[in-house]
C-alpha cells in the first residue's frame, strides 16, 4: 500500500551533473533505510548509496566523491545528486527504501520503478 516515485533521469554528456528524487506515499509510520541502486544491461543490480534515518550515508567506491545522497523526511524523499557523470554510470536507477507500516510488525522493503540515466557524447 506504498509507492516510490522517481524521477531525473535522463542524458547527459560526460563530466555532467543529474538529480534524481524517489518520493514515497501511501500509509507510512516511517522509513527507516533508503537507497539507490542501479543496474546497466548484461549486468548484476548493485548498491550505489544508502542512506539512514540518522543521515548517516553509505557509497559504493566507485561514486565517492561523485554522487551525494540526501533525505528529506518531511517530503518522505530521497535524492541522489550525481556529479562528474562517466559513462559508466549509465544504467536504471532504482530507489528502495525500508518502511514501518501501520498494524504491521516489523519492517518491509519497497522498490521504485526505475529511472533512466544515460551518459555519452
Known amino acids: 500500500q506504498v509507492q516510490l516515485v522517481e524521477s531525473g533521469g535522463g542524458s547527459v554528456q560526460p563530466g555532467g551533473s543529474l538529480r534524481l528524487s524517489c518520493a514515497a506515499s501511501?500509509?507510512?509510520?516511517?522509513?527507516?533505510?533508503m537507497g539507490w541502486y542501479r543496474q546497466a544491461p548484461g549486468k548484476q543490480r548493485e548498491l550505489v548509496a544508502s542512506i539512514t534515518s540518522g543521515s548517516s550515508a553509505n557509497y559504493e567506491d566507485s561514486v565517492k566523491g561523485r554522487f551525494t545522497i540526501s533525505r528529506d523526511n518531511a517530503k518522505n524523499t530521497v535524492y541522489l545528486q550525481m556529479n562528474s557523470l562517466k559513462p559508466e554510470d549509465t544504467a536504471v536507477y532504482y530507489c528502495n527504501a525500508e518502511f514501518e507500516l501501520p498494524f504491521r510488525t516489523g519492517t518491509s522493503f519497497y522498490w521504485g520503478q526505475g529511472t533512466q540515466v544515460t551518459v555519452s557524447s
Open positions: 501511501g500509509r507510512i509510520l516511517s522509513i527507516r533505510t
